[in-house]
C-alpha cells in the first residue's frame, strides 16, 4: 500500500481550499490534533477514500477496506497518521451498508443461512430519509436498541460473545451525545470510536476519520458556482459546455437519463400522477429533498419565453419541485437543505477539478473515468490549457479498495465476514495480526469477500440463503487457511 502517497499532484485548482474544508471538519468534530494530522497527510497524499456509505458503518467490506487503506506510507516511509474517508451520505438508512444501525456477522442465524443480522438504531420511519439530512440518534432510541440486543441474546438469536461489545457500543451512543447538529456528525465520533476498539494495544497508530463528502462538496460550491474560473461554474453555466456534458454523460452510471428524466418531470407526468418506473434515473447535478429527507430526482429544463433556466423534479408523491439554476438559487438550496450534491458534481469538485485521488468501490472505478473522460471531451473545444492540466495530472480515476477482505470469520465450517462487532468481540487485532493483513494477497482477499460481491455479478444468487451457506462453505475450503481468520467459539 506505501506506493499510493506517489500518485498524485495538486489539480487544475489546486487542493488548499479542499484541505481547508476537510481540516475544519475534523477538527469542529474530533478535535484539533486530528485536524492538523489530517490536513499534514492530505498535503503529501491528496488521496481519500471513497469507497464506504456515510453512518454507523459496521459493513465488514468498508471495515476492511479503511484497514488495508491504514497501511499506507508516507513519503519518508512512516505510516500515515489519518485514515481519511469521504463517505457519501447521500444514501438512504436502511441501504446495504445499513448506516440504521448494527450489522451483526456472529449471529445464530447468520451460521445458519450466511446471513446478516440487523439490529436497528433508528426507527422504521427512517427507513429512506438520507444520512445526510437525518437528525440525531436519541438516547431514547440507543435504549431501545440496547433491549433489543438484551433479548436477542438471552434468546440465543445473538452469541453471548457480542453481549460485552454490544455494552461497550451502546454506552459508546451515549457517550457521543445528541449535541451534534445531525446524525452525519455522531457517525464521524462513532465510527472513530469503533477504530479505536478494533487496536486495545494500538497496534495501528492512524485516526479513522470519516467525513461526509457531500457536507465538504456543499462548502466548495459556494466557491466555485460564482467563480468563473472554475470548472464547475463553465460546465453548469457556458450553455455550449452544458449542452455537451449532458449528451456525453446521458445514460451513464452515476450520472442521469435524461429522456426519462425529462418525462418524469414535466407538467402532464405532475398531473397525471408519478410514474415509479422512471424513479430512479439518477439526477442531473443536485438531488433535490422533500420535507421527509428523501431524494427527488431533478432535470436540467432550458428556460424558454423569458423564463430561467431551472432543475424540475417530481417526489414521491407526485408534487412538482422547481429551482431556478443560478448560482445564488442553488447556493440557497444546498444551505436550506432542500438540495444535495449528486454523485457527478461531487466528483467534478473534488478529484476532476481538485486532483484528490478517490479510492473507491469496484463500480466508481469504471464510471469515474468516463465522468473525467467526458468532461475532458466537453471542454476541449473552449479550454485548451484547462484539458492539457486535468489530462497530465497524476490523479488517478482508476483506483479501487472495496470487496477485499483479509480477515474472516470461522464459524461451522463456513467462512463469514468479519465486521467491526466481531473482531472487537475477538480482543480486536495486535501488531502481528495487522502485520499479517499486508501478506495476504489481492486474489485471495477478493475470494474471502465473495458472500457480500458475488450478487453484484450474478443477483439471483443474493436471494437464496442456501447458496450463501454454499458460499461461505466454498470460500473456507479455498482461503480458510491463507487469510486471518478469527472464532467467536
Given at each position: 500500500?506505501?506506493?499510493?502517497?506517489?500518485?498524485?499532484?495538486?489539480?487544475?485548482?489546486?487542493?488548499?481550499?479542499?484541505?481547508?474544508?476537510?481540516?475544519?471538519?475534523?477538527?469542529?468534530?474530533?478535535?484539533?490534533?486530528?485536524?492538523?494530522?489530517?490536513?499534514?497527510?492530505?498535503?503529501?497524499?491528496?488521496?481519500?477514500?471513497?469507497?464506504?456509505?456515510?453512518?454507523?458503518?459496521?459493513?465488514?467490506?468498508?471495515?476492511?477496506?479503511?484497514?488495508?487503506?491504514?497501511?499506507?506510507?508516507?513519503?519518508?516511509?512512516?505510516?500515515?497518521?489519518?485514515?481519511?474517508?469521504?463517505?457519501?451520505?447521500?444514501?438512504?438508512?436502511?441501504?446495504?451498508?445499513?448506516?440504521?444501525?448494527?450489522?451483526?456477522?456472529?449471529?445464530?442465524?447468520?451460521?445458519?443461512?450466511?446471513?446478516?443480522?440487523?439490529?436497528?438504531?433508528?426507527?422504521?420511519?427512517?427507513?429512506?430519509?438520507?444520512?445526510?439530512?437525518?437528525?440525531?440518534?436519541?438516547?431514547?432510541?440507543?435504549?431501545?436498541?440496547?433491549?433489543?440486543?438484551?433479548?436477542?441474546?438471552?434468546?440465543?438469536?445473538?452469541?453471548?460473545?457480542?453481549?460485552?461489545?454490544?455494552?461497550?457500543?451502546?454506552?459508546?451512543?451515549?457517550?457521543?451525545?445528541?449535541?451534534?447538529?445531525?446524525?452525519?456528525?455522531?457517525?464521524?465520533?462513532?465510527?472513530?470510536?469503533?477504530?479505536?476498539?478494533?487496536?486495545?494495544?494500538?497496534?495501528?497508530?492512524?485516526?479513522?476519520?470519516?467525513?461526509?463528502?457531500?457536507?465538504?462538496?456543499?462548502?466548495?460550491?459556494?466557491?466555485?458556482?460564482?467563480?468563473?474560473?472554475?470548472?464547475?461554474?463553465?460546465?453548469?453555466?457556458?450553455?455550449?459546455?452544458?449542452?455537451?456534458?449532458i449528451e456525453n454523460l446521458?445514460?451513464?452510471?452515476?450520472?442521469?437519463?435524461?429522456?426519462?428524466?425529462?418525462?418524469?418531470?414535466?407538467?402532464?407526468?405532475?398531473?397525471?400522477?408519478?410514474?415509479?418506473?422512471?424513479?430512479?434515473?439518477?439526477?442531473?447535478?443536485?438531488?433535490?429533498?422533500?420535507?421527509?429527507?428523501?431524494?427527488?430526482?431533478?432535470c436540467f429544463v432550458k428556460?424558454?419565453?423569458?423564463?430561467?433556466?431551472?432543475?424540475?423534479?417530481?417526489?414521491?408523491?407526485?408534487?412538482?419541485?422547481?429551482?431556478?439554476?443560478?448560482?445564488?438559487?442553488?447556493?440557497?438550496?444546498?444551505?436550506?437543505?432542500?438540495?444535495?450534491?449528486?454523485?457527478?458534481?461531487?466528483?467534478?469538485?473534488?478529484?476532476?477539478?481538485?486532483?484528490?485521488?478517490?479510492?473507491?468501490?469496484?463500480?466508481?472505478?469504471?464510471?469515474?473515468?468516463?465522468?473525467?473522460?467526458?468532461?475532458?471531451?466537453?471542454?476541449?473545444?473552449?479550454?485548451?490549457?484547462?484539458?492539457?492540466?486535468?489530462?497530465?495530472?497524476?490523479?488517478?480515476?482508476?483506483?479501487?479498495?472495496?470487496?477485499?477482505?483479509?480477515?474472516?470469520?470461522?464459524?461451522?465450517?463456513?467462512?463469514?465476514?468479519?465486521?467491526?462487532?466481531?473482531?472487537?468481540?475477538?480482543?480486536g487485532l495486535d501488531a502481528?495480526?495487522?502485520?499479517?493483513?499486508?501478506?495476504?494477497?489481492?486474489?485471495?482477499?477478493?475470494?474471502?469477500?465473495?458472500?457480500?460481491?458475488?450478487?453484484?455479478?450474478?443477483?439471483?444468487?443474493?436471494?437464496?440463503?442456501?447458496?450463501?451457506?454454499?458460499?461461505?462453505?466454498?470460500?473456507?475450503?479455498?482461503?480458510?487457511?491463507?487469510?486471518?481468520?478469527?472464532?467467536?467459539?
Open positions: 500500500m506505501s506506493h499510493l502517497g506517489r500518485l498524485n499532484t495538486p489539480g487544475f485548482q489546486g487542493n488548499e481550499d479542499f484541505i481547508t474544508e476537510v481540516a475544519r471538519y475534523t477538527h469542529e468534530t474530533l478535535g484539533p490534533e486530528l485536524g492538523e494530522a489530517i490536513s499534514e497527510d492530505l498535503r503529501e497524499m491528496p488521496q481519500v477514500l471513497t469507497a464506504n456509505h456515510h453512518g454507523i458503518d459496521t459493513f465488514a467490506q468498508s471495515t476492511q477496506s479503511n484497514l488495508l487503506f491504514s497501511m499506507r506510507n508516507r513519503a519518508n516511509g512512516n505510516p500515515a497518521k489519518t485514515v481519511p474517508v469521504l463517505a457519501c451520505g447521500s444514501v438512504p438508512l436502511n441501504n446495504l451498508t445499513y448506516p440504521r444501525g448494527l450489522l451483526v456477522y456472529a449471529s445464530t442465524a447468520a451460521y445458519a443461512n450466511g446471513g446478516i443480522y440487523k439490529l436497528p438504531l433508528f426507527p422504521d420511519s427512517y427507513k429512506r430519509k438520507l444520512v445526510s439530512v437525518a437528525g440525531p440518534f436519541t438516547e431514547e432510541m440507543i435504549c431501545r436498541a440496547r433491549g433489543r440486543a438484551k433479548k436477542l441474546i438471552e434468546s440465543d438469536q445473538l452469541g453471548r460473545s457480542l453481549e460485552s461489545t454490544l455494552h461497550m457500543i451502546f454506552d459508546d451512543f451515549s457517550h457521543v451525545g445528541q449535541d451534534y447538529s445531525g446524525y452525519s456528525r455522531q457517525a464521524t465520533v462513532v465510527n472513530n470510536r469503533f477504530w479505536r476498539h478494533l487496536f486495545p494495544d494500538r497496534s495501528c497508530r492512524s485516526e479513522l476519520v470519516y467525513i461526509e463528502l457531500e457536507s465538504i462538496v456543499c462548502r466548495l460550491l459556494e466557491k466555485d458556482l460564482f467563480d468563473q474560473s472554475t470548472i464547475c461554474h463553465q460546465l453548469m453555466f457556458d450553455p455550449e459546455l452544458r449542452e455537451r456534458l446521458d445514460g451513464q452510471r452515476g450520472c442521469w437519463q435524461y429522456e426519462k428524466l425529462l418525462r418524469r418531470c414535466s407538467s402532464a407526468t405532475a398531473v397525471e400522477g408519478l410514474n415509479m418506473a422512471d424513479s430512479a434515473q439518477g439526477t442531473m447535478f443536485f438531488w433535490g429533498l422533500d420535507a421527509k429527507g428523501r431524494k427527488i430526482p431533478l428556460g424558454e419565453n423569458g423564463k430561467g433556466d431551472e432543475l424540475r423534479g417530481i417526489d414521491d408523491s407526485g408534487q412538482l419541485w422547481t429551482y431556478p439554476f443560478t448560482p445564488a438559487d442553488i447556493t440557497r438550496g444546498l444551505q436550506d437543505g432542500c438540495l444535495l450534491p449528486s454523485i457527478f458534481t461531487s466528483y467534478l469538485l473534488v478529484s476532476i477539478a481538485r486532483g484528490i485521488s478517490c479510492i473507491g468501490g469496484y463500480y466508481q472505478a469504471g464510471y469515474l473515468p468516463i465522468m473525467r473522460k467526458a468532461v475532458i471531451e466537453t471542454l476541449r473545444c473552449k479550454s485548451a490549457e484547462t484539458v492539457k492540466t486535468i489530462v497530465t495530472g497524476k490523479s488517478r480515476p482508476d483506483l479501487y479498495l472495496s470487496g477485499m477482505q483479509t480477515i474472516g470469520l470461522k464459524a461451522d465450517g463456513q467462512l463469514l465476514p468479519a465486521g467491526p462487532l466481531e473482531i472487537i468481540a475477538c480482543g502481528e495480526q495487522y502485520e499479517r493483513i499486508g501478506e495476504i494477497t489481492v486474489l485471495q482477499s477478493h475470494i474471502a469477500s465473495l458472500q457480500d460481491t458475488i450478487s453484484d455479478v450474478d443477483p439471483q444468487v443474493g436471494n437464496f440463503n442456501r447458496s450463501k451457506q454454499d458460499i461461505t462453505r466454498l470460500v473456507y475450503g479455498a482461503v480458510g487457511s491463507k487469510i486471518l481468520t478469527i472464532s467467536m467459539d
